[in-house]
């Protein structure tokens, strides 16, 4: 979980100062969580994505405190323009996983390299310039909807602004909106739904366009029918530009399609492979998917009405 710990005043306030700045969004949500020990190393080089973005983690191990390892001697490889998927019960380290990747924290012990360079040894900017994230909890910025997408591109077109929009289906709700995309929203705006929320971060992330893509339960608050819709949208993009990206999520029908499905147990991989792979297996996947399996059929459709958690 990308949880907020910092007033969305202060951000609000923090995001008019540094607008100006090429501070892009994932760094203002470092400020949240300062952590002075992540610094770049003086010999760091910028990230190069020599091979399209490769992910790897070698033997990682990690606690937010030593003492309660999170993940444990995690080995995966997460390959290059391929859409990838992260599984596994509440609590396991997925969302965790993703923070070490964008180095909110440094792992204890092993290694995770981008294209075969540590990201230790990589130029912190360049590292997250080259990650986008559609956290679980998007913070917006009191300010109007077209700075809120803006955000992921300071100095993109309006055109690109709605297309990005378009393709996250929010174009016609922000139309319907009086002032349109001058609407301003958050704490002394207009108060989105969650789901409207879901799909400004996705179109901020559209916007940015950068190699590597995280979604951390980019589309939970979503009813099925947008959620299908958007996730059309998001795979053939990523299919047409051949991103690497992860998709971490709860709802198994939206990465059924995954090229790879990683399921995490205890901060270790339990399984992996790809859907069919893991139902033949008959593991804890395969357990996952029959859980849900009778909302929804082997093609991602819904068979029956869904039953909201
Ligand atoms: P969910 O599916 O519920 O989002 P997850 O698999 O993404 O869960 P993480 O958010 O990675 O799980 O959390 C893994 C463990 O680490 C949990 O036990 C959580 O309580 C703990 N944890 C997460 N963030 C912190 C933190 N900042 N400090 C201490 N412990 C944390």
Known sequence: VFQLSVPLNFLGSVYRELRQSLLDMETL?????????IKDDPSAQPLVLSK????????????????????????LTIPAGKKVAVVGPSGCGKSTLLRLLFRYYD??????????????????DSLRESIGVVPQDTPLFND????????????????????????????EIVQSFPDGYQTKVGERGLMISGGEKQRLAVSRLLLKDPPLLFFDEATSALDTHTEQALMANINSILREKARTSVFVAHRLRTIFDADLIIVLKEGAVAEMGTHRELI????????????QETLFNHEGEEVKEEIEE
């Open 29 to 37: 949500f470092n400020l949240q969580k300062v952590n002075v020990t």
């Open 144 to 171: 109007t909807i077209e700075h809120n997408i803006r955000y992921g591109n300071l100095s993109a077109p309006k055109d690109r602004v709605i297309a990005a929009a378009q393709r996250a289906h929010i174009h």
């Open 52 to 75: 399209g973005g490769e992910i790897k983690f070698e033997n990682v191990t990690f606690g937010y405190h030593p003492d309660r390892p999170i993940l444990r001697n995690l080995c």
């Open 280 to 291: 033949d297996r008959g593991g804890p996947y395969a357990e996952l998917w029959s859980a």
């Open 107 to 124: 792992a204890q012990s092993g290694r995770i390299s981008i294209d075969g360079q540590d990201i230790k040894s990589v130029k912190l």
